[in-house]
């Protein structure tokens, strides 16, 4: 079995924070409409706001697992 490496992690962090990045932005277009308008019907705002969170929440989890593998493979 392979160890995790230092640059490993990097790459995982590197990786997740674009992703990051990504879903801010959609997040910021999906709260706008075609015209630049904000949207303020909260049934739609709660939605979009509950599925920016669980996909942020899934990033740094990744983020969480990669440094936990690191310290394990590497006995600490």
């Given at each position: 079995m392979n160890r995790l490496t230092n640059e490993d992690v990097a790459e995982s962090i590197s990786m997740t924070t674009l992703r990051m990045h990504q879903l801010v932005?959609?997040?910021?277009?999906e709260m706008h409409t075609d015209k630049g308008?904000?949207?303020?019907d909260i049934n739609k705002t709660l939605s979009l706001l509950q599925g920016f969170?669980?996909?942020?929440?899934?990033?740094l989890t990744m983020i969480h697992e990669a440094v936990v593998q690191y310290l394990e493979d590497h006995g600490q």
């Open positions: 932005t959609d997040f910021y277009e308008e904000a949207v303020t969170r669980r996909g942020i929440a899934e990033e």
